[in-house]
T-cell receptor, first 114, second 114 residues
Framework: AQSVSQHNHHVILSEAASLELGCNYS??????LFWYVQYPGQHLQLLLK??????LVKGIKGFEAEFIKSKFSFNLRKPSVQWSDTAEYFC????????????FGTGTSLTVIP | KAGVTQTPRYLIKTRGQQVTLSCSPI?????VSWYQQTPGQGLQFLFE???????NKGNFPGRFSGRQFSNSRSEMNVSTLELGDSALYLC?????????????FGPGTRLLVL
C-alpha cells in the first residue's frame, strides 16, 4: 500500500533559522505531491503542490519544496522561519491509480521560538 | 467564495451511540472526501464521493458510512461509537475527482466519545 513518511515528528527552531522537513513516499509510479499546513486552531491549508515540470516548486509564505524522483522524496524548505510558521505540516501524495485518494504523512509539528 | 463548511464543530457522544456529521463543499465543487485525524495516526482517508456515488473507501469498518446529495453536500455516519472513534473528522472538496485536483479542507468536526 501507498505510504508517506515524515521522519521529523517535532522540530523546534529559533526565528531566522533554516527549515527542512523530510517527506518520503513509497509508490514508484507517477505521483502528485502536496504540502499542507495546519496553524493552531485553523484548518488545513495548501502550501504548495507538484504535478510535473520543474522539480523545485515554490509555495506561499516563502516555502519551497524539491521533488527528487530517485529518492522518492519531496522535502519542504524555508530559508528563514518566523514565529508565525509555528504549525503542523503534512506531506500528501496521490497517484494515478488512486484518483483523488490522498495519502498523508503523520505530520511534523514545528515550533518557532522568537 | 465561501470555503468548506462542516457542522457541527464539536460533538460529545457516549459509547454505543451513533453520530451524523455534515459537510458542504465549496460552491461548484462536486467531489467530497472525508478523513479521520488523530494525533497518533495523522490523517486517514475514510471515503470519497462524486455525483452521489462512493468512488473510494479507506480501510475503516462498516460502522463508518457516508452519502452525498444531489447538491454535493455530504454526510458521514458512525454507528455504535467506540472510544477510539474520538478524533477530528475532516471534509475536503475538489471540483471533480482527479489526481491533479487540489483538495480544500474544512475546519473539521471534533468528536469526543465518552
Amino acid at each position: 500500500a501507498q505510504s508517506v513518511s515524515q521522519h521529523n515528528h517535532h522540530v523546534i527552531l529559533s526565528e531566522a533559522a533554516s527549515l527542512e522537513l523530510g517527506c518520503n513516499y513509497s509508490y514508484g509510479g507517477t505521483v502528485n505531491l502536496f504540502w499542507y499546513v495546519q496553524y493552531p486552531g485553523q484548518h488545513l491549508q495548501l502550501l504548495l503542490k507538484y504535478f510535473s515540470g520543474d522539480p523545485l516548486v515554490k509555495g506561499i509564505k516563502g516555502f519551497e519544496a524539491e521533488f527528487i524522483k530517485s529518492k522518492f522524496s519531496f522535502n519542504l524548505r524555508k530559508p528563514s522561519v518566523q514565529w508565525s510558521d509555528t504549525a503542523e505540516y503534512f506531506c500528501a501524495v496521490n497517484t494515478m491509480n488512486t484518483g483523488n485518494q490522498f495519502y498523508f504523512g503523520t505530520g511534523t509539528s514545528l515550533t518557532v521560538i522568537p | 467564495k465561501a470555503g468548506v463548511t462542516q457542522t457541527p464543530r464539536y460533538l460529545i457522544k457516549t459509547r454505543g451511540q451513533q453520530v451524523t456529521l455534515s459537510c458542504s463543499p465549496i460552491s461548484g465543487h462536486r467531489s467530497v472526501s472525508w478523513y479521520q485525524q488523530t494525533p497518533g495516526q495523522g490523517l486517514q482517508f475514510l471515503f470519497e464521493y462524486f455525483s452521489e456515488t462512493q468512488r473510494n473507501k479507506g480501510n475503516f469498518p462498516g460502522r463508518f458510512s457516508g452519502r452525498q446529495f444531489s447538491n454535493s453536500r455530504s454526510e458521514m455516519n458512525v454507528s455504535t461509537l467506540e472510544l477510539g472513534d474520538s478524533a477530528l473528522y475532516l471534509c475536503a472538496s475538489s471540483i471533480v475527482p482527479g489526481q491533479q485536483e487540489t483538495q480544500y479542507f474544512g475546519p473539521g468536526t471534533r468528536l469526543l466519545v465518552l
